[in-house]
């Protein structure tokens, strides 16, 4: 875990819509991931992936996603 007092930014609605529409992830999933990494203050995609809520495939997913918009 990184120890920082800098909180990082909110996943965007659009993440968010990604994650749920394109990947195929449950919204009470996403709600579960949004509250770690706030808790956490990682990026979402990351704490999802620890948790085991993404796979390794859909992380390179969401990752090129994120990269490209």
Same mark, same amino acid.
């Given at each position: 875990m990184i120890?920082?007092? !800098?909180p990082i930014n909110p996943p965007t609605d659009e993440l968010c819509d990604f994650i749920v529409? !394109?990947?195929?992830?449950?919204?009470?999933a996403l709600e579960?991931?949004?509250k770690?990494?706030?808790l956490e203050n990682s990026p979402l995609p990351v704490v999802m992936r620890s948790y085991g809520?993404?796979?390794?495939a859909q992380?390179?997913?969401?990752l090129i996603w994120? !990269?490209?918009n």
């Open positions: 120890n920082t007092t !800098k529409n !394109k990947i195929g992830i449950s919204r009470s579960l991931g949004i770690r990494s706030n809520l993404l796979t390794l992380l390179n997913e969401i994120q !990269k490209d």
